[in-house]
């Protein structure tokens, strides 16, 4: 459990390399499960859409989620921004920036699953299979409007019986998946001309406050991280001191029990000296209480 806690909170480092790493893995990780995922319409006209618009946007909204659980710097950022105002003012600079390569981060897996599968074409296809114009294609002439919407939903089923037969089965199937295709590869373009632009315009802006935003964001994760690294010493310290106290009580008990104890003072040498003076628990959650409505200023 240890060596777990240690590689999550390693994933939740703030370090940008480390961020970038973890968004590439999640990236590659939507595409492995889309490939491995057992694509299966259900051919229903009341279904298709659903079942479709499902396995498009439902994984995609738990990657975005798992990109925002594992990048600290998010947690980071609800907490500057619903903290009290205290003796230090917040920056909303500081926040927007935070938030904004929060969010950019947590999106990359997301849009690769939604451009693989758009790609792919079977989603789009199972989709909007009733929804394309019969009159265009010449296999669905001589039926009902009824028998019409059925052969359609069946589209993406080409083992089905009533569409074995059918010539236009293979018609619609390219028409949407083309048009799945353009869409999937027009998201793409767009995401990496976005990308681009903001790389390289990034520099026409006023690049001091960029530099003081990412400055203090990373302050903020870093104090945050040492407050709570020293919190869990004085944690160990406070407990320490509870235990020898403790026994310090017990030893009249012990030596009816014949226990070997060692002189007054011997092995406790130097234990008060590395305790420190808060060693009560309602000054400790008058510290704590204090740091969370009161931060000291800068």
Request: charged share 20%; net charge positive; with cysteine.
């Amino acid at each position: 459990m240890d060596r777990f806690r240690m590689i999550f909170q390693y994933f939740q480092s703030s370090s940008e390399s480390v961020m970038n790493g973890i968004c590439g893995l999640l990236a590659l990780v939507s595409v492995k499960m889309y490939t491995c995922f057992d694509f299966s319409c259900p051919c229903l006209p009341r279904y298709n859409m659903a079942y479709s618009l499902g396995i498009v946007f439902v994984p995609p909204i738990a990657l975005f989620l798992c990109g925002l659980i594992l990048n600290r710097q998010s947690l980071v950022m609800l907490e500057e921004w619903r903290r009290p105002q205290g003796r230090r003012k917040k920056d909303l600079a500081v926040i927007r920036y935070m938030c904004s390569s929060t969010m950019q981060r947590a999106m990359v897996a997301p849009v690769a699953w939604i451009v693989v599968a758009l790609l792919d074409g079977k989603c789009l296809i199972c989709a909007f299979s009733g929804s394309v114009d019969p009159e265009k294609f010449v296999g669905f002439a001589n039926t009902s409007p009824m028998q019409v919407q059925q052969l359609l939903a069946k589209v993406p089923c080409k083992d089905d019986e009533l569409m074995r037969n059918n010539t236009s089965r293979k018609a619609v199937s390219r028409y949407l998946r083309c048009w799945s295709q353009a869409l999937g590869w027009s998201i793409l373009l767009i995401v990496i001309v976005a990308a681009f632009l903001t790389r390289w315009l990034r520099p026409c802006f006023n690049q001091a406050t960029l530099l003081q935003a990412r400055h203090w964001s990373n302050y903020i994760d870093i104090e945050q991280k040492i407050f709570e690294e020293t919190c869990c010493e004085h944690s160990r310290l406070f407990a320490h001191k509870c235990v020898l106290h403790f026994f310090k009580s017990m030893r009249q008990e012990i030596k009816l029990h014949s226990f070997n104890l060692p002189r007054e003072g011997e092995g406790a040498e130097g234990e008060e000296d590395l305790l420190w003076g808060i060693t009560d628990q309602d000054q400790v959650n008058k510290l704590l209480k204090k740091w969370y409505y009161e931060k000291p200023p800068l």
